[in-house]
């Protein structure tokens, strides 16, 4: 299984290791810095690489990459997916997953990794269970630590660990007892130069923030749950009683996780909240080009949409950008080639607009086509698939 | 700082290591000061020391020995994370001499309370093995035991540990098969991985292919599903399907396969899991469906892949490529999410390359305008690398799809005027090879193409260019000596694969039209003569020889025409991903198409056997029956457990035989069955308390495959039934014939031997009768028990009995299978002999059916055909006394030969015996042609215990341990005693040293159908080699007499070896309750015979 962990920077420098088994010199993530230089972008980075005596599984998550070492075969989605779990702790515990962050908490990420693989083969990687192991550093806990001398490692077994529910911690109490439920849709769209849709589809996420003591026992059922199309579970819903009723039966992780994800692929239904009306031309004469791009509302259902940005990717012959947003502001990376138009609330009445002009390297061919664009944008309050809101959360029973 | 006495320092100091450490600084000259802590009450130190220590012990052994001690106490803890802990380090130091160590602590830990302890223990079996490899028999013993658990804990970290140590040992699965596949839901996510992963493997090995008998249906429909693909890889699937037929074509008739209820049960409990939020079950799930599901099912698994294409860019990477995998075999899964797998413009290179490939494996007829549109869009994208791809996937498209491939050039010539080099130096390369399919049309493309040469500077362009221009010089004969013309001049600046197309070019030029470019060529021969490559330089040379006519020319040059411009086949272009289907999915090996260390190989379904009925019962029953093979090393504690289970596929049969009862019989058995397999998982689930309805749920549909399976069985008994029987009655008039003649033979031969031998006789085919044929004798035998009311003397009694019992025996004597091969009874033929063996033994399940009112000679598996490779090896004890030496007992084995080439020189090796045993072996087998059988007969002493001889069975090529393990009712012949006799002697055991000592009593109540005289008689005759006393003669010493549904039935034998005396009696009493007697001077056979006939009374 898992044999050794590296993380590397950006810049190639490796700033964490840690060995399960016997130690691996840090020379065989030479061969990863060769795929990588060969690979120019970091996304391209083959992630499963082989070397003469190992085999390196690679991932790229927030600017960093997690470089597993293995030697035998192991199926590699399994690495990768715990790669993002290791990810995912480290996001959970400090907030952010960033190289300055784990330097800053060397300590504490030495000893997850240590808790979460044994001997190559994952232990423990709920968050619930890691948490009671060894506590995330609060700023208060630092204080009190550093006074009394008091530790931030547990001394009791995680009673998760033992039971059939490993992601609950028993003895949870809360004053208040609450739960949330996020339901996050996105959109994925691929429209042609027209307008029409060529493909789209939904797909949503129900984020949950459960406070409840003791053992809820929690059912979730949906006004229309025929939408799904597809689904994936927590390991904490019971597959049996969604297959046979359609209810989301579980008992839930203390505090944050991601309950279910599910797709929607009616493309009918899809309705694009927005239309965009652009047009970017170069000139075959002299080095430049016009760009002008305008967005209007489209089907919004009378909600505000927010968080509107234009991501254009320029061909390479653009060399600078001229341009006057009526709203928002843009910016143009000259290295990446990438222009990025931060619009914000759209406003209804006065329609953004970003026009100007576009110089071109002296000499290059005019590019032939168009760019693509890239608009994201949120709609707040507003489930696009339309139907797949819960109704009714029934707590069946609370025992602590 | 570590030596402060205050923890807040030492921790602060352990801090900064484990710092160090985790920078991958040295710090290993603090070895002994940190040591030193691992005493330490502070937990959080300790922990840090802990980490310390498994990084450096490996590099200071002799000072981390000092830290043993600790752990060992620690081990010991009552608090289960403080043993679980000490568990892990000491593990996972690497230190070879506390091997001994870590093995004790594994031991101890695997039966501890906690299972989280357990789970360590599972987890630190790996890391011993890797430390030292030899300690693999004593771990597999550990695995074994682990593997018994049945908390969902343990579950994942064991059959992990399984598969790093013994990944061989498929048989330790056997027993927990089932429990795995019920307890699968609910083991965290990455055992949930291991164990789908393991189980494919197993499954492979264990059932059939579900897919085998649908080829066949299939065919028709296939093609009009596919249309008229051109695919190669459908017409080698057709091509394999008509080689199916051909091969076999009573398959046709086979009736339709019937999936095994454990192989659906796999498959049932694994499909929740495609949910999964973990991509990697997701993925297990999948190639489990893959790798096993009937091709109708295979389809749910596509949806929960084209949803791991929304994950992680590295998901997507690992996903794509095994969807390209499939895709190619079943095309069809995956044709509604095609538009899932349209590229996006933020998708890394390697992603949209992986994407185009699976849309280009997706394409037909039908959707390939709306691949082909997209197509073209790609081909606008900025990515030069990706635009190549596309270029080369609509190459593709136009090879497998006649329709467009005109479309598809044309489309790929307009591109040649793309201002993008690279774009047309590789439309250039697939033109060439679409070009190639068929030229005769498109010579106008040619001179297009020829223009080019002036623009385009990609070697590998101009190089297919040239070549193109020289394969159809006759197409073009005019443009073709200037292009020659041209690349002469520039002929020093090419790269080198270009001159090599130059110099081809000339060539050919040369020998088709060597008026215009004689000069030419001799120009471009002479220029390549001197170049710095030598290929170059070898091949001007090898040319001119060939082409330039000279005296000394060889026989080769008239040829040289034919050699340069033979019609050369069109190359086929094909994924890259086309043969990769050979490693299972979702393996590393897979993703790399290279072995990687410690793959297992897919095992290919086991091999359709010839008899169709046979296989399906034997794979049925192959769960049970390995496991009495292979547990046979623990026999001994275990006996009765194998017992029941031997039972349990012998009692559906008795039922059947006797008609009525069948009903509740089966019910019994259900219940033991499903007791005994499904319990233990149902009673795990409802302790958790909250999931009491998933239990339920889960042991409802438990019942109802027990049900299933119930009905499965009848039905195949029945079927099995059926023909035995018709054989049966066929030989049967043939074999009485003989029988008479025999018995005959046997009486004149020699009267006292046969005395003690037909009694025997006698009273076996008493048990033997059928029931209509045994009411009848009850009534005759009341007739001479009541015919003789008076004392006379109970010997005349007897004859008198015994002859009329054989007389009347005659007609439905059974044909048993035990004279036979004995050298007593060689008179008879020997290929009735094989006939009649083949009748009894020929299948382990049959056999208890068809025979078991007979002489119940059970036969047992030493060696099943496929761990045999093809040979199967069955012994029984043939109960008859073995001539060389008379403390033997005979075996029978049988050697089947089902493999399709000849075994040679069958003999045995290397016995392996307890003290005292001895074993008299069988003559060498010179030869055992394929698909015959042939029976050889051994004697082993076993000095009266149950232990098993272990020996070598060695054919020509191939050697295989088996083990003979006696049940103790065949440690003993039998004796004939009167009652007088029996009682006298039983009251010398009794009155003998240990007085009481040699009696056994135990009170049983009789089984339903057990209760008449004749199936108690056969039931302990059965369960042991013993002879009955005559029963007539109870009158005289129990005066009253005895009312006559309460009998006393007495049996007497003597063990082999010792000749001690063993006599059982078993007294009825009302409503079946009976006791059970057993005197003998070895208490220990007589222990172990009380179980085993009271087993054989009560069920």
Redesign the interface.
Known sequence: MIHSLFLINHSGDIFLEKHWKSVISRSVCDYFFEAKEKAVDPENVPPVLQTPHHYLITIYRDKLFFLSVIQTEVPPLFVIEFLHRVADTIQDYFGDCSESVIKDNVVTVYELLEEMLDNGFPLATESNVLKEMIRPPTILRSVVNTLTGGSNVGDTLPTGQLSNIPWRRAGVKYTNNEAYFDVIEEIDAILDKSGTTVFAEIQGVIEACVRLSGMPDLTLSFMNPRLFDDVSFHPCVRFKRWESERILSFIPPDGNFTLMNYHVSSQNLVAIPVYVKQSISFFEMGPCGRLDITIGPKQTMGKTVEALMVTIHMPKAVLSANLTPTQGNYTYDLATKVLVWDIGKLNPQKLPNLRGSLSLQAGAPKPEDNPSLNIDLKIQQLAISGTPCMVALTVERIFS | MLDSN???LK?EAM?RI??M????KNTSDLFPAVVKNVACK???VK??VY?YLV?YA?EQQDLALLSISTFQRGLKDP???IR?SAL?VL??I?VTIIVPIMMLAIKEAASDM???VRK?AA??I??LY?LDPEQKDQLIEVIEKLLADKT??VAG?VV?AFEEVCPERIDLIHKNYRKLCNLL??V???GQ?VII?MLTRYARTQFLNPNMNESLLEEGSDKTFYGSDEDEEEEEEEEEEKDKKAEAPAMAKRKPYVMDPDHRLLLRNTK??L??????V???VAQLYFHLAPKAEVGVIA??L??LL?S????Q???LQNVATMSIKRRGMFEPYL??F?I???D???IKVLKLEVLTNLANETNISTILREFQ?YI?S?DKDFVAATIQAIGRCATNIGEVRDTCLNGLVQLLSN?DELVVAESVVVIKKLLQMQPEKHSDIIKHMAKLTDNIQVPMARASILWLIGEYCEHVPKIAPDVLRKMAKSFTNEEDIVKLQIINLAAKLYLTNSKQTKLLTQYVLNLAKYDQNYDIRDRARFIRQLIVPTEKSGALSKYAKKLFLALKPAPVLESPFKDRDHFQL????H??N?K?????ELPDWPEAAPDPSVRNVEVFTLLERVTTLTSVPEWTKCSSREKRKEKKVEKPFYSDSEGESGPTESADSESDSASSSESGSGIEESG?G??S??SE?GSESEEEEEEEKEKDKKKKKKELKKPVQESESEQSSEEERKHERKSKQRKSESESESDEEEESESESSQSESEDSESEAEVKKKKKAAESKPSSKPVKKDNKKEKKEMSLLDLDDFEPAPSPQATPVNAFLSNSLATDLEGLSLSDAVLSPATISPSSALKSYEMLHRITGEGLSVEYCFSRQPFSPDANMVAVQMQFTNNATSDTKNLHMEDVKLQSGMRVKEFPEIELLPAGEMVTAVMGIDFCDSTQAANFQLCTHTRKFFVSIQPPVGELMRPIFLTENEFKKEQEKLLLGQLMGMNEITEKLTLDVKCRNEHSIVQRVTTAANLSRVPCGSDKECSPPVPPPDHPVHRFAGRTVTSSSLVLVTVATKEEGAAKLTINCEKMVIGTMLVKDILLALTQ
Do not use: C, F
């Open positions: 205050k923890d807040s921790l801090k484990v710092a450490i985790a920078r991958g502070n937990i959080e922990k840090l980490v990084r490996e608090n289960q994370l679980a892990r593990s996972s690497r906690s299972p989280y360590t987890h630190a790996p890391k890797s969902t804990l970290s992990m839901i609910d965290e996510e990455w991985v992963n929740p899991l949910q999964s939020r973990n991509a990697a997701v993925m297990a949806k929960a084209v949803r929304r992680h860019s590295e998901v990477y690992v996903v538009k899932s349209y996006r413009s933020t890394p290179t390697q869009t606008k900025m201002r979702g393996s590393l090996s993703l790399l290279a990687a260390g410690g793959y297992q958790s909250s999931e309805e998933e749920e």
